[in-house]
């Protein structure tokens, strides 16, 4: 499939210029290099502009509740592990009220994907600000200076443990794209934060500000990889690269002004996958998960041998 | 043979729950009926525990107020329970705190203590634990004390062990003392131990030779050994020995559980950690299942997992208990909106806030009808009995998928910790009905996941499996699953989902709605819901069989209420009694809500403790009698 069949005819209500066209664009081209069938793939919003994102794709859509975008993809993967899950949403939805599952997704490793559509600002509410704005900013829309710190997604996502870290542009289509298809593909917790600007509510942070700094006369994005940054843990890592790769990320993480890392920050390969686990506890996982569990006999009578099952029961 | 109850008690952590188990599993293996419950404190180790075994001839209902043999493994045991022992009861204690004064005893209320001290006060005795067991004694009580020490030491003697680990054997002593006074055989107790601790050996080995010391002490006492089970006639059918969380477990598994979510919450977390032992389901063709359970952060991730879940297709359920259900009504909601069929267990417990995590209360009943902010349709049942349990939960699957709703299957801790001898499960009758799923693939990319129809039942398609793609969502949408603020769009939705429900009500059959129980000509009827069940029906046999003829009727199906099944059936005649746990009355306002009429009595208890048939069957009389307060509400001073 094209990038293009990925669209849907419905009317999208972003504001003009909003960063994440961008990263819807870059979905779409995703998906088609990927190969997927669109029936293969489930895209979970939470809630707010960047919620909206499955009503765009033609692929399954499901528009959850705020905060909790995490857990509902998390019980789809779980149930039916051949699908390709995505969880999208905004900063404010993933590390403000529902900062409690984005830590517990991490660590549990499961193959998703989760694309973090950062802009600092709660936009749909009208640029209140989001856990990511820092501590002295003022965006036009706040009535007083920040009095509390930021978050670092990045450095977040590093403790939580996900195994496949990245920070990408809404504006930069074919890095990003290049970024999304390698999360997707990564067999574990894949977490992409993805810089947004607002045009309406961050006029702090807008297309602007990313693209140009008067110091350099340049973008203050960089790519890590141009500067020869390897990100990977490899399978058999020992003890030593972790600790590398993990401090080389904290240290990228804490670059933020007039130089700001995209691309890849980190990759362990050596954690195992969660339905890899699930399947050496339970054996009938891979063949019959939850999604296909309920079986029936010819007259709609349950498959379950409760004699079988009731002997430790039995007195 | 007139049912016997044995009770057991001391601090947690000193093998209170096994001690119960192996003496239900001797008595049940005698051919005996047994129901067994246990009551606990928000504790790992010290705090007051115990447990009561009844045993009968026939199928025991419900549990009592009266040990006829009561065990006490500590001091405070005593003071517990000494009051509620029958007057021609047994009380096992252990000999060395018979001078423990109850100033001691730090973990005892001080209303207790002051009622305990009062009437020994007043006849210028000791506030000890032997002047407690001579007033005991002067109601007819036999005391008997039980040297535990001397039982240690020749238990260390003879296996070479620490102190602590002969202190290990002491619930198993408590048992074989009380099975030699019941005239039950030594043999029969170790064979039991050894099916109890069957994978350790060493642990055999130590209580087999603690029963043989506890029988042989028994011998010495000179009382004439009890036989209360001789020549009774038993049964000799096939039993099962399972609790309520088991048997909700059971039926989840029998319907074909996929997945169930869960964070540890008292008095729920056994249910999910008893599926978690039971990765294997065995099936007819050999081959085998095994749920997914997921523990997860809070109960927001526990029910929108299992939302997230049953988009697939897989049977989606969780457990909780109050607190936890307060964190999942927005899922509820979402599931609501969304049509997911998800199945929530809730097991209450004493409310509000942390409330009283280890005791019963049916104080989520209005909650339940009602959270979540907005109006969608959902399915409310609640189950009376351990038996009940089983196919209630198999049931709550068939509604949610067949109507794609929640449904919250009201449990308590009551039936929680409830164990008990039973029929086999039988799933002959029991139909697996999985509503109306979009199975084939047509011509178009997309599923209308919310096709309008008149019964308000759209085909579900699941992610994946359907094959075309669909969208669903949170925000009010149109057939497509898109988003609509549309005025007409927004009324037609609420109508469809709505009219599910009107279709459960017409369809659900009425046994699965209510039970009616007793003298249908009787000028009183009883109505409850949940786990009064089984104190209900043992309390109006008793009243039946001293000609107070009274009818009473268990509401099962709380959601959509069934009104007019119930209406027809209260007749202007009757004298309606209303019996709940809880303090507001939650069923009593739901009834006058749905049918408008009038209440004579109401029978409430709200300390944390179930039913007790003894003193329901005097509220009952004196309702009878005429004598009644409009507002009864019973208590349990001691225990």
Same mark, same amino acid.
């Given at each position: 499939?094209?990038?293009?069949?990925?669209?849907?005819?419905?009317k999208?209500?972003?504001?003009?210029?909003?960063?994440?066209?961008?990263?819807?664009?870059?979905?779409?081209?995703?998906?088609?290099?990927?190969?997927?069938? *669109?029936?293969?793939?489930?895209?979970?919003?939470?809630?707010?502009?960047?919620?909206?994102?499955?009503?765009?794709?033609?692929?399954?859509?499901?528009?959850?509740?705020?905060?909790?975008?995490?857990?509902?993809?998390?019980?789809?993967?779980?149930?039916?592990?051949?699908?390709?899950?995505?969880?999208?949403?905004?900063?404010g939805?993933? !590390?403000?009220?529902?900062?409690?599952?984005?830590?517990?997704?991490?660590r =549990?490793?499961?193959? !998703?994907?989760?694309?973090?559509?950062?802009?600092?600002?709660?936009?749909?509410?009208?640029?209140?600000?989001?856990?990511?704005?820092?501590?002295?900013?003022?965006?036009?829309?706040?009535?007083?200076?920040?009095?509390?710190?930021?978050?670092? *997604?990045?450095?977040l996502?590093?403790?939580?443990?996900?195994?496949w870290?990245? =920070?990408?542009?809404?504006?930069?289509?074919?890095?990003?794209?290049?970024l999304?298809?390698?999360?997707?593909?990564?067999?574990?917790?894949?977490?992409?934060?993805?810089?947004?600007?607002?045009?309406?509510y961050?006029d702090?942070?807008?297309?602007?500000?990313?693209e140009?700094?008067a110091?350099?006369?340049?973008?203050?994005?960089?790519?890590?990889?141009?500067?020869?940054?390897?990100?990977?843990?490899?399978?058999?890592?020992?003890?030593?690269?972790?600790?590398?790769?993990?401090?080389?990320?904290?240290?990228?993480?804490?670059?933020?002004?007039?130089?700001?890392?995209v691309?890849?920050?980190?990759?362990?390969?050596?954690?195992?996958?969660?339905?890899?686990?699930?399947?050496?506890?339970i054996?009938?996982?891979?063949?019959r998960?939850?999604?296909?569990?309920? =079986?029936?006999?010819?007259?709609?009578?349950?498959?379950?041998?409760?004699?079988?099952? !009731? =002997?430790?029961?039995?007195? | 043979m007139e049912?016997? +109850?044995?009770?057991?008690?001391?601090?947690?952590?000193?093998?209170?729950?096994?001690?119960?188990?192996?003496?239900?599993?001797?008595?049940?293996?005698?051919g005996?009926?047994?129901?067994?419950?246990?009551?606990?404190?928000?504790?790992?180790?010290?705090?007051?525990?115990?447990?009561?075994?009844?045993?009968?001839?026939?199928?025991?209902?419900?549990?009592?107020?009266?040990?006829?043999?009561?065990?006490?493994?500590?001091?405070?045991?005593?003071?517990?329970?000494?009051?509620?022992?029958?007057?021609?009861?047994?009380?096992?204690?252990?000999?060395?705190i &018979?001078?423990?004064?109850?100033?001691?005893?730090?973990?005892?209320?001080?209303?207790?203590l002051?009622?305990?001290?009062?009437?020994?006060?007043? #006849?210028?005795?000791?506030c000890?634990?032997?002047?407690?067991?001579?007033?005991?004694?002067?109601?007819?009580?036999?005391?008997?004390?039980?040297?535990?020490?001397?039982?240690?030491?020749?238990?260390?003697?003879?296996?070479?062990?620490?102190?602590?680990?002969?202190?290990?054997?002491?619930?198993?002593?408590? %048992?074989?003392?009380?099975?030699?006074?019941?005239?039950?055989?030594?043999?029969?107790?170790?064979?039991?131990?050894?099916?109890?601790? @069957?994978?350790?050996?060493?642990?055999?080995?130590?209580?087999?030779?603690?029963v043989?010391?506890a029988?042989?002490?028994?011998?010495?006492?000179?009382?004439?050994?009890?036989?209360?089970?001789?020549?009774?006639? $038993? &049964?000799?059918?096939?039993?099962?020995?399972?609790?309520?969380?088991?048997?909700?477990?059971?039926?989840?598994?029998?319907?074909?559980?996929?997945i169930q979510?869960?964070?540890?919450?008292?008095?729920?977390?056994?249910?999910?950690?008893f599926?978690?032992?039971?990765?294997?389901?065995?099936?007819?063709?050999?081959?085998?299942?095994?749920?997914?359970?997921?523990?997860?952060?809070?109960e927001?991730?526990a029910?929108t997992?299992?939302?997230?879940?049953?988009?697939?297709? #897989?049977?989606a359920?969780?457990?909780?208990?109050?607190?936890?259900?307060?964190?999942? %009504?927005?899922?509820?909601?979402?599931?609501?909106?969304?049509?997911?069929?998800?199945?929530?267990?809730l097991?209450?417990?004493?409310g509000?806030?942390?409330?009283?995590?280890t005791?019963?209360?049916?104080?989520?009943?209005?909650?339940?009808? @009602?959270?979540?902010?907005?109006?969608f349709?959902?399915?409310?049942? #609640?189950?009376?009995?351990?038996?009940?349990?089983?196919?209630?939960?198999?049931?709550?699957?068939?509604?949610?998928?067949?109507?794609?709703?929640?449904?919250?299957?009201?449990?308590d801790?009551? +039936?929680?910790?409830?164990?008990?001898?039973?029929?086999?499960?039988?799933?002959?009758?029991? %139909?697996?009905?999985?509503?109306?799923?979009?199975h084939?693939?047509?011509?178009?990319?997309? &599923?209308?996941?919310?096709?309008?129809?008149?019964?308000?039942i759209?085909p579900r398609?699941?992610?994946?499996?359907?094959?075309?793609?669909?969208?669903?969502?949170?925000v009010?949408?149109?057939e497509?699953?898109? %988003?609509?603020?549309?005025?007409? $769009?927004r009324?037609r939705?609420?109508?469809?989902?709505?009219?599910?429900?009107?279709?459960?009500?017409?369809?659900?059959?009425?046994?699965?709605?209510?039970?009616?129980?007793?003298?249908?000509? &009787?000028?009183?009827m +009883?109505?409850?819901?949940?786990?009064?069940k089984?104190?209900?029906?043992?309390?109006?046999?008793?009243?039946?069989?001293?000609n107070?003829?009274?009818?009473?009727?268990?509401?099962?199906?709380?959601?959509?209420?069934? #009104?007019?099944?119930?209406?027809?059936?209260?007749?202007?005649?009757?004298?309606?009694?209303?019996?709940?746990?809880?303090?507001?009355?939650?069923?009593?306002?739901?009834?006058?809500?749905?049918?408008?009429?009038?209440?004579?009595?109401?029978?409430?208890?709200?300390?944390?403790?179930?039913?007790?048939?003894e003193?329901?069957?005097?509220?009952?009389?004196?309702?009878?009698?005429g004598?009644?307060?409009?507002?009864?509400? @019973?208590?349990?001073?001691?225990?």
């Amino acid at each position: 499939m094209k990038p293009k069949e990925f669209e849907t005819e419905i009317k999208n209500d972003w504001c003009a210029g909003c960063g994440d066209y961008g990263i819807l664009r870059a979905m779409e081209k995703a998906f088609a290099e990927l190969g997927l069938a *669109p029936h293969q793939i489930a895209v979970f919003g939470g809630i707010g502009c960047s919620g909206k994102t499955p009503y765009y794709l033609e692929v399954n859509g499901i528009h959850t509740l705020h905060g909790r975008v995490l857990p509902f993809a998390t019980g789809a993967k779980l149930a039916n592990p051949t699908m390709t899950v995505i969880a999208v949403g905004g900063d404010g939805d993933g !590390l403000g009220i529902g900062a409690g599952h984005f830590v517990n997704a991490g660590r =549990r490793n499961l193959d !998703l994907t989760y694309l973090l559509f950062n802009n600092e600002v709660y936009g749909l509410t009208k640029g209140q600000a989001a856990p990511t704005i820092r501590y002295g900013d003022k965006t036009k829309a706040m009535t007083t200076a920040s009095l509390q710190s930021h978050i670092n *997604p990045v450095m977040l996502a590093l403790t939580s443990g996900y195994t496949w870290i990245g =920070r990408g542009y809404a504006y930069y289509l074919d890095q990003l794209t290049t970024l999304i298809i390698d999360a997707i593909r990564h067999k574990g917790s894949a977490f992409l934060e993805i810089l947004q600007p607002c045009p309406v509510y961050n006029d702090l942070h807008d297309k602007h500000w990313y693209e140009y700094t008067a110091a350099s006369g340049q973008s203050r994005l960089y790519a890590l990889s141009d500067e020869g940054y390897e990100p990977s843990i490899s399978v058999n890592a020992d003890e030593n690269m972790h600790q590398e790769k993990f401090a080389q990320c904290v240290q990228k993480a804490q670059e933020w002004g007039d130089r700001i890392p995209v691309g890849v920050f980190y990759q362990d390969l050596s954690a195992p996958e969660f339905t890899q686990q699930i399947s050496q506890q339970i054996k009938s996982y891979r063949e019959r998960p939850p999604a296909k569990q309920v =079986r029936l006999e010819q007259n709609s009578k349950p498959m379950v041998n409760m004699q079988s099952l !009731l =002997r430790k029961f039995t007195l | 043979m007139e049912n016997y +109850l044995w009770r057991i008690g001391g601090p947690q952590g000193s093998g209170i729950d096994r001690a119960a188990l192996l003496f239900s599993r001797l008595c049940a293996k005698q051919g005996l009926y047994v129901l067994a419950r246990r009551e606990y404190h928000s504790n790992i180790t010290g705090r007051h525990s115990y447990s009561d075994v009844r045993i009968g001839t026939q199928p025991v209902l419900s549990h009592s107020a009266s040990p006829r043999m009561l065990v006490c493994l500590d001091a405070e045991s005593v003071c517990r329970h000494v009051h509620n022992v029958l007057s021609t009861g047994y009380l096992i204690y252990d000999s060395h705190i &018979a001078d423990t004064h109850l100033s001691q005893l730090k973990l005892l209320d001080p209303l207790l203590l002051e009622n305990l001290c009062k009437p020994l006060q007043k #006849a210028n005795l000791n506030c000890n634990i032997r002047e407690l067991l001579n007033l005991a004694e002067q109601h007819g009580i036999t005391p008997i004390a039980m040297d535990y020490e001397t039982l240690f030491q020749r238990l260390r003697d003879e296996f070479a062990i620490p102190k602590t680990n002969a202190e290990r054997s002491r619930n198993v002593i408590a %048992v074989a003392i009380s099975a030699a006074l019941l005239g039950l055989t030594s043999e029969d107790v170790c064979h039991e131990v050894a099916e109890i601790f @069957h994978n350790k050996p060493e642990a055999v080995a130590l209580n087999s030779e603690a029963v043989q010391l506890a029988y042989d002490y028994v011998a010495t006492l000179g009382i004439n050994v009890l036989q209360p089970f001789a020549n009774v006639e $038993v &049964a000799r059918d096939d039993r099962l020995w399972v609790n309520g969380v088991q048997s909700v477990a059971l039926g989840k598994l029998a319907a074909g559980l996929g997945i169930q979510t869960y964070y540890p919450i008292s008095p729920a977390t056994d249910e999910s950690v008893f599926l978690e032992s039971n990765y294997v389901v065995p099936m007819n063709d050999a081959t085998h299942a095994g749920p997914v359970i997921i523990q997860t952060e809070d109960e927001l991730a526990a029910i929108t997992m299992a939302c997230g879940a049953a988009l697939t297709g #897989a049977r989606a359920a969780t457990s909780t208990s109050g607190p936890g259900f307060s964190l999942m %009504v927005e899922g509820l909601g979402w599931a609501g909106m969304t049509e997911t069929p998800v199945v929530v267990s809730l097991y209450q417990r004493g409310g509000p806030a942390t409330g009283l995590p280890t005791r019963t209360e049916q104080g989520d009943l209005q909650f339940v009808l @009602h959270a979540g902010h907005g109006e969608f349709p959902r399915i409310v049942l #609640a189950s009376g009995d351990v038996e009940e349990c089983f196919y209630d939960a198999f049931r709550a699957f068939n509604y949610a998928e067949r109507y794609q709703l929640p449904v919250i299957h009201l449990l308590d801790k009551n +039936l929680a910790s409830t164990a008990q001898t039973l029929p086999p499960f039988v799933t002959d009758d029991l %139909v697996i009905d999985r509503g109306e799923i979009l199975h084939t693939a047509d011509s178009s990319r997309h &599923a209308s996941r919310f096709l309008l129809s008149k019964n308000g039942i759209s085909p579900r398609p699941l992610l994946e499996e359907s094959r075309q793609i669909f969208w669903t969502s949170g925000v009010e949408h149109n057939e497509t699953g898109h %988003v609509s603020e549309s005025p007409e $769009v927004r009324r037609r939705m609420k109508e469809k989902r709505e009219a599910k429900l009107v279709l459960a009500a017409k369809e659900i059959p009425l046994d699965e709605k209510i039970g009616v129980y007793g003298d249908r000509q &009787a000028s009183l009827m +009883l109505i409850s819901w949940g786990s009064n069940k089984g104190a209900i029906l043992e309390a109006i046999d008793r009243m039946n069989q001293e000609n107070r003829p009274i009818q009473a009727i268990m509401v099962k199906l709380l959601w959509p209420f069934p #009104a007019r099944e119930l209406e027809m059936l209260v007749k202007s005649n009757k004298k309606l009694i209303l019996l709940e746990c809880n303090q507001t009355g939650q069923f009593s306002q739901l009834f006058r809500q749905e049918l408008g009429c009038n209440i004579n009595h109401r029978l409430l208890k709200y300390n944390g403790r179930p039913f007790v048939v003894e003193e329901l069957v005097q509220s009952l009389t004196s309702i009878f009698d005429g004598t009644a307060e409009e507002l009864m509400i @019973h208590n349990n001073l001691f225990e």
